[in-house]
């Protein structure tokens, strides 16, 4: 596609619901990363993967997170559990190299999760 | 670890005033430095990067130079315009490990009025 799709766009969630957030990054790009955005704040990592691997996961808050990227395009990030701090902005980003400092990430428009 | 501290906002300026938002940084080693846009509504943008002390990033009349001795790396543009209106992030990638994520400043929110 022409850039970084994310869906939904809007979720609300309940307290204790789990929920499933959907990047489709850039066709063709290796690197593909999660953010969290809270309210007012700039964007915190979450994880990173480079194909269908998972090569750093060390920004997940808690065991309830977890992403996967099984056929190294689409990814899902899921939250068990949901708790009322994890309401956020979920931004993916693609890139499209596989590392380095100065690759250029391309975000979506992120997924703004409520939970009640 | 990394971190960067950007000036707080909001910031109100009239139409072709002259903008400088701040931007500092704590890290290890050598980082790249960006400055990412956020306009109403969109996803993130960058806007413009340095890779190394001394170079300067320009991109849309934006510039910010990369000052290792004061490891700043703040934002100017000469003359602002209203759709320059949106939140701007400083961020930094250091290299080396696995540290090919981004860390981020906090935003500064920029209204420009007409």
């Known amino acids: 596609g022409a850039g970084v799709s994310q869906s939904p766009r809007y979720k609300v969630a309940k307290r204790g619901q789990d929920v499933a957030l959907r990047c489709d990054p850039i066709s063709g790009h290796v690197s593909l990363f999660w953010y969290q955005q809270a309210l007012g704040q700039g964007p915190e990592f979450l994880t990173y993967?480079?194909?269908?691997?998972?090569?750093?996961k060390s920004g997940l808050p808690s065991d309830r997170f977890f992403a996967e990227r099984p056929e190294g395009s689409v990814s899902t990030l899921k939250i068990q559990r949901t708790q009322q701090e994890d309401s956020a902005v979920y931004l993916c980003?693609?890139?499209?190299?596989?590392?380095?400092?100065?690759?250029?990430?391309?975000f979506g428009p992120g997924t703004r999760l409520t939970v009640l | 670890g990394d971190s960067v501290t950007q000036m707080e906002g909001p910031v109100t300026l009239s139409e072709e005033a002259f903008l400088t938002i701040n931007c500092t940084y704590t890290?290890?080693?050598?980082?790249?430095l960006f400055w990412y846009v956020q306009y109403p509504g969109e996803g993130l943008q960058l806007l413009l990067k340095?890779?190394?002390?001394?170079d300067k990033g320009s991109n849309k009349g934006f510039e910010a130079t990369y000052r290792k001795e004061t490891t700043s790396f703040h934002l100017e543009k000469g003359s602002v315009q209203v759709s320059d209106s949106a939140v701007y992030f400083c961020?930094?990638?250091?290299?080396?490990?696995?540290?090919?994520?981004?860390?981020f400043g906090s935003g500064t929110q920029l209204t420009v009025l007409p």
């Open positions: 961020a930094l990638s250091a290299l080396g490990g696995s540290a090919r994520q981004l860390t």
């Open positions: 890290a290890t080693g050598y980082p790249s």
């Open positions: 980003a693609s890139s499209l190299g596989g590392g380095g400092g100065a690759v250029q990430l391309f």
């Open positions: 340095a890779t190394k002390a001394d």
């Open positions: 993967f480079q194909n269908e691997a998972q090569l750093d």
